[in-house]
């Protein structure tokens, strides 16, 4: 039996290591998977060898305030892959992190398979030299990535991204308001806060806001709250009374995609989550708030128009966004009430041809690929 190696802690990180762990077993592969991986990858069978919630902090000034944090979980993983010495790793995400791990797997001799990597496209495109040096493959979930890669002589792969088959098979509306108990009646809101708990400490008052004035104008609006995991609801429900938002919100647990089977019109934190709201066809308005910071220094280096990936592929403004101090409640509620009305609908019909520019290589190349690096 093999060994490898996972680093996965993510929703959407393990959405992706439980594809390479499906995708090696179709392929054959006898493995023993070890790791720094959340709830789901551990009960898929890898071993966690370390508490990765660190990684889970966004932004320059987070991580230097977890320095020391970052630095006994790299320490972690060196004597990890000293002991065990495993065929390959397979690194996801967290490039601040990663690249550094990726650097020393490949002193040890370790191959190393990059997934999601860097936003080179988007900032830093230095970086893809770094890359050439410590990573032998990269699995991307763009299209539009590959010719970087190839161009600096990196072997790369375009999976097919996870929620194209998750969304596939949602709920109907009706189907899903039953399911949360909704009765009949106006309008549903999803709020989709993100899943760290900085993003949560720093939407959360603004989201209140916002749903309290949209309240005002549409009182018969009915509101979900979508929360990544349990551990978050005290910190929700405290800053959520703090901003005095609507006491009938309704806060629904790890059911992502039923809530927004269920809603006419979503709020939606920058990240993954505008994908899967763009994949399940839904009107949305795209927010964010970093440090100030970090915001400052990612500004000067950014080369999209765009945060929201449903607008970078579709280059198109498709989703409003409104960041940093941009987002304004009595404007962001203003803008999701015109998407209750024909506005919606425009953006539905643009949101369309999304799927298709998501469906990947044929999995039988990312199988052959895997054989490759992990055997």
């Given at each position: 039996m093999g060994k490898a190696f996972i680093l996965a802690v993510e929703r959407s990180g393990e959405n992706l290591g439980l594809e390479i762990l499906a995708n090696a077993a179709q392929a054959g592969l006898d493995l023993q998977w070890s790791g720094v991986v959340g709830s789901r990858l551990q009960a898929a069978g890898v071993q966690n060898i370390a508490n990765g919630e660190v990684l889970a902090m966004i932004g320059l000034v987070e991580v230097l305030r977890h320095y020391g944090r970052l630095r006994r979980l790299y320490g972690q993983i060196r004597q990890h892959l000293q002991a065990e010495r495993p065929a390959c790793v397979v690194l996801i995400d967290h490039p601040a992190f990663n690249l550094h791990v990726a650097k020393m797997a490949k002193?040890?001799?370790?191959?190393?398979?990059?997934?999601?990597?860097?936003?080179?496209?988007?900032?830093?495109?230095?970086?893809?030299?770094?890359?050439?040096?410590?990573?032998?493959?990269?699995?991307v979930l763009f299209p539009f990535e590959v010719p970087i890669y190839a161009q600096a002589g990196v072997p790369v792969h375009v999976l097919a991204h996870p929620l194209l088959a998750q969304t596939a098979t949602a709920q109907d509306g009706m189907d899903a308001r039953a399911a949360l108990g909704l009765t009949a009646g106006g309008p549903v809101l999803a709020l989709l806060p993100g899943s760290r708990r900085g993003e949560l400490e720093r939407l959360t008052l603004r989201y209140a806001e916002?749903?309290?004035?949209?309240?005002?104008?549409?009182?018969?609006?009915?509101?979900?709250?979508?929360?990544?995991r349990e551990e978050l609801r005290p910190l929700w429900e405290r800053l959520w009374k703090q901003g005095a938002g609507p006491e009938d919100a309704q806060l629904v647990v790890a059911q992502t995609q039923t809530v927004l089977a269920a809603?006419?019109?979503?709020?939606?934190?920058?990240?993954?989550?505008?994908?899967?709201?763009?994949?399940?066809?839904?009107?949305?308005?795209?927010?964010?708030?970093?440090?100030?910071?970090?915001?400052?220094?990612?500004?000067?280096?950014?080369?999209?128009?765009?945060?929201?990936?449903p607008n970078i592929l579709l280059q198109e403004a498709v989703y409003p966004e409104f960041l940093q101090e941009a987002f304004e409640p009595a404007q962001v509620a203003d803008a999701?009430?015109?998407?209750?009305?024909?506005?919606?609908?425009?953006?539905?019909?643009?949101?369309?041809?999304?799927?298709?520019?998501?469906?990947?290589?044929?999995?039988?190349?990312?199988?052959?690929?895997?054989?490759?690096?992990?055997?």
């Amino acid at each position: 039996m093999g060994k490898a190696f996972i680093l996965a802690v993510e929703r959407s990180g393990e959405n992706l290591g439980l594809e390479i762990l499906a995708n090696a077993a179709q392929a054959g592969l006898d493995l023993q998977w070890s790791g720094v991986v959340g709830s789901r990858l551990q009960a898929a069978g890898v071993q966690n060898i370390a508490n990765g919630e660190v990684l889970a902090m966004i932004g320059l000034v987070e991580v230097l305030r977890h320095y020391g944090r970052l630095r006994r979980l790299y320490g972690q993983i060196r004597q990890h892959l000293q002991a065990e010495r495993p065929a390959c790793v397979v690194l996801i995400d967290h490039p601040a992190f990663n690249l550094h791990v990726a650097k020393m797997a490949k002193q040890m001799g370790i191959r190393v398979l990059y997934v999601v990597g860097p936003q080179i496209w988007a900032w830093r495109s230095q970086r893809i030299h770094q890359i050439k040096r410590v990573v032998d493959h990269m699995l991307v979930l763009f299209p539009f990535e590959v010719p970087i890669y190839a161009q600096a002589g990196v072997p790369v792969h375009v999976l097919a991204h996870p929620l194209l088959a998750q969304t596939a098979t949602a709920q109907d509306g009706m189907d899903a308001r039953a399911a949360l108990g909704l009765t009949a009646g106006g309008p549903v809101l999803a709020l989709l806060p993100g899943s760290r708990r900085g993003e949560l400490e720093r939407l959360t008052l603004r989201y209140a806001e916002t749903a309290r004035r949209l309240r005002k104008q549409i009182p018969d609006l009915r509101i979900l709250v979508a929360l990544a995991r349990e551990e978050l609801r005290p910190l929700w429900e405290r800053l959520w009374k703090q901003g005095a938002g609507p006491e009938d919100a309704q806060l629904v647990v790890a059911q992502t995609q039923t809530v927004l089977a269920a809603a006419d019109v979503v709020l939606v934190a920058s990240g993954t989550a505008t994908l899967e709201t763009a994949l399940m066809r839904r009107p949305a308005v795209v927010v964010y708030i970093l440090n100030a910071l970090t915001f400052a220094f990612v500004r000067r280096l950014v080369k999209t128009p765009f945060v929201a990936m449903p607008n970078i592929l579709l280059q198109e403004a498709v989703y409003p966004e409104f960041l940093q101090e941009a987002f304004e409640p009595a404007q962001v509620a203003d803008a999701l009430a015109a998407l209750l009305g024909p506005a919606g609908s425009e953006q539905v019909a643009k949101l369309q041809k999304l799927r298709s520019l998501l469906e990947g290589n044929p999995p039988e190349q990312l199988q052959q690929v895997l054989r490759e690096m992990l055997a």
